[in-house]
Structures are given as structure tokens and as C-alpha cells.
């Protein structure tokens, strides 16, 4: 039966100045080093800048993701209203209007939500472009001053874009509290639902 060997751990004194006489003061340290310690700075760079860039195509393709999403549900029916007295249906949205007279038309009225509504709307979907714009050019082999605190500017558009679509959200419940009454009682639909955690997001 073979003997196993053992593994032996030395300790590597280092040569230090004197301290009180012909005393040394010998410090135990063990012998390993981090990899990255012995690798080059410039290879040490090349890895770095390589995981900005996944980090960077990770946040593209949120962005991308989050703007396919407001562009498929801003066309839809956001809200259904229910008439009482006989059982009517309307149904509206962003940019849908109703055509009743109960319900809001296309005309700009006081207290302007949805009109508001739109415009933190528009606010959000052209940061999300920004910033897509931005994540490609620095995918290109020339760096500009555009690529300088890129992080940054990506986090501080993306933390303006979700502001502004969960205001967008509140302006747009704001109006539809301003029509609901006891003759006219209403429900979010699916789409309005389904925006609500991208702004969270």
C-alpha cells in the first residue's frame, strides 16, 4: 500500500531592518498570492474593459426589452368603462379615446392628466433611445469623450426613464379616477397592469 504524501506549508520570513539590538523581527507569512497580483496591468485593463462590456450589453438589451414593451402596450386599452344604468362598455387608453360623452376625447381639457400623461410618456420612451444609442456607440472601436462616465450616464437616464413612466402611470390613474363616478364605474386592464412593475423595474 502506497504511502500518501503530505503536503508541507513553509512560512517565508522577510528580511526586515533591526529592531532593539541584534534582534529581528521576523513576520510569518504564508507563501501564495493572488493571480491577478502577477498578471500584467495592461492584460489586468483588458479584463476589466471586457466586463464593462457584457455589463453594458446586459443593460442594452433591458432597455431594448423595457422599449419593445411600452411601444406594443401604449396602443392598447388601458382602462374599461361600465355605465351603470344600461350595462355600456367603453373602453380607452393612452392614446385611445372612448367617444362618449361620458368619457375624455381627444379635446385638451383641465386638469390636462392625460395630456401630462403623454408627455412623461414620450419623456421615457426618448431617454430609453438615449441610452441605447449611447450603449452601441461605445461598442464601437472608437471611443470618444461620449464613452466618459458612461455608467453613470446610463444609471442617472435609466433612474429619469422610470420616473417619468410611473408618473406617466399616476397621471393616467388621476384621469381615470377624474371620470369615474356612480353612473360610470372602472377597471385596469392588462397592458396599464403589466407597465405598472417596468416602472419599478
Known sequence: MEREEQTVFTFYYPEVPKVKGDRRYKRPTLPTQHPSALMPPKRRQQHVDQTHGYIRMFCGSLCGFSLLVL???????????????????????????????????????????????????????????????????????????????LDLKVSMLSFISASCLLLCLILFLEQVDLYSSETMESALLWPYQGLSPSSIT
Open 71 to 149: 411601444i406594443c402596450m401604449s396602443p392598447l386599452n388601458w382602462v374599461q368603462f361600465l355605465v351603470v344604468n344600461d350595462g355600456l362598455e367603453l373602453y380607452a387608453g393612452l392614446w385611445i379615446s372612448c367617444n362618449h360623452e361620458l368619457c375624455w376625447s381627444h379635446t385638451p381639457k383641465p386638469p390636462y392628466y392625460l395630456q401630462y400623461s403623454r408627455a412623461f410618456f414620450l419623456i421615457s420612451v426618448f431617454t430609453i433611445l438615449v441610452v441605447l444609442g449611447w450603449l452601441f456607440s461605445s461598442c464601437l472601436p472608437r471611443r470618444g469623450r461620449m464613452t466618459a462616465n
